[in-house]
């Protein structure tokens, strides 16, 4: 058994079984590590046709929570099996063939993995996500070079003022027209990790019509499983917009005042020779195209007119979550981008914060038209 890789919170064994065949076993760093276990469960819940598209669980070992660490045993997708995010940043297929995979993936996860759905869950899914964001807003203050800034109400980002997170949060808690703008129509499973990287393509079947993705990884660090769509077209949305891939690899740039309240000049260096792939944004024109246009699409998205609203949470929602597990150079990077979209979600809303008792009575909705 050798180490292959180690992730954050996880480590990637390399093992032969008894038929001397190659398997891979996934094992959480601590048994309090509960996104595993939940790993575990989602793989195991997958209806039987859906199977194909995801590791296969040969072997699972739950943990106990207390001392043991779950881990769970899966093939080894050898050499022939490549990510898709590989496939595109060094453009080894065409532009036409990154989108049929693009396509293959959300065809899976549209037809076959949002269609499973959990009415008795509903009922408090604005409230979770609100306790979430909340949890991510502490979890931030409570670093120090954050103190001061989360205290604050507003904040200038790029020319553009910015309500900052709690006054945004104590507006969600208090309007229900607001909560009620993140219920999404169905609670659907969800990825919840869905992003290229976490797609492995079959490099012989990159001419078939039907090319073989597997998606992997299911379960981020926020831990959710089920409920809204359009958290799964927000976290592909933000690798193939290059803005995850800016952030993680340091090609960004903020400068900080202070002068007359925080001010922020953030800037993407999504020009950047190695992110040439995404930076004239046509990959991600063409998703959005795709999901208005596909019929497989068309099921899920015309039942939920508000969907695309909500993606601007879940790019809020991730960015924030990660403030404090990234590298201290890029969590102010993750922070700005997570205000941003989190002000544009609050712009799509018919109320805003300054018109429910604020003091300050500028309008959200110039925010709509900021940019980085
Ligand atoms: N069963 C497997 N066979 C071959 N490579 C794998 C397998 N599982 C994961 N990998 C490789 O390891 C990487 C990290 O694994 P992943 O499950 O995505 O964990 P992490 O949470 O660290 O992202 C994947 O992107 C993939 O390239
Ligand atoms: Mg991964």
Redesign the pocket.
């Known amino acids: 058994m050798h180490l292959l890789?180690e992730?954050?919170?996880?480590k990637?064994f390399l093992l032969t079984d008894e038929q001397d065949r190659l398997i891979?076993r996934?094992q959480a760093k601590s048994a309090q590590q509960g996104t595993l276990a939940a790993e575990i469960v989602w793989l195991e819940e997958l209806p039987a046709t859906m199977r194909q598209y995801f590791?296969r669980v040969l072997h699972a070992n739950r943990g106990d929570g207390d001392t043991h660490a779950p881990s769970y045993d899966?093939?080894?997708?050898d050499k022939e099996?490549v990510?898709l995010s590989e496939l595109i940043l060094l453009e080894t297929c065409s532009r036409t063939v990154g989108q049929k995979l693009i396509a293959q993936v959300m065809r899976v996860m549209f037809s076959g993995i949002f269609p499973t759905t959990y009415p008795m869950e509903a009922a408090s899914y604005p409230e979770q996500m609100i306790r979430l964001l909340e949890r991510c807003a502490q979890q931030i203050t409570a670093m120090p070079v954050f103190a001061p800034l989360m205290r604050t109400g507003k904040l200038s980002l790029n020319g553009v003022k910015q309500w900052n997170v709690f006054p945004l949060l104590e507006f969600l808690k208090s309007k229900g027209e607001a909560r009620e703008a993140l219920r999404p129509a169905a609670m659907r499973k969800v990825h919840g990790d869905l992003y290229p990287?976490?797609v492995?393509v079959y490099l012989p079947s990159l001419r078939w019509r039907t090319p073989r993705v597997m998606l992997?990884?299911p379960v981020a660090a926020i831990g959710l499983t089920r409920g809204d769509f359009a958290m799964d077209v927000a976290k592909f949305r933000s690798w193939l917009s290059a803005e995850l891939l800016a952030l993680r690899l340091g090609f960004f740039s903020i400068e900080t005042q202070w002068d007359n309240g925080p001010a922020f000049e953030l800037s993407l260096h999504t020009d950047e020779p190695q992110l040439s792939a995404l930076s004239d944004g046509k990959v991600l024109q063409e998703f959005s195209g795709l999901l208005a246009t596909a019929p497989w699409a068309r099921a899920v998205c015309d039942a939920d007119p508000n969907w695309w609203a909500r993606v601007s949470f879940y790019e809020s929602l991730y960015a924030l979550s990660m403030v404090p597990l990234v590298p201290a150079w890029q969590s102010m990077g993750r922070f700005l981008v997570g205000v941003h979209h989190l002000n544009n979600f609050v712009a799509t809303l018919n109320v805003s914060p300054s018109s429910t008792g604020h003091q300050e009575a500028e309008h959200l909705r110039t925010v709509q038209s900021s940019n980085y």
Do not use: T
Not at 7 to 10: K, M, P, V
Not at 74 to 77: A, R
């Open positions: 890789r992730g954050f919170h996880e990637l891979v996934k590791p899966m093939p080894y997708f099996w990510p990287e976490n492995l992997i990884d």
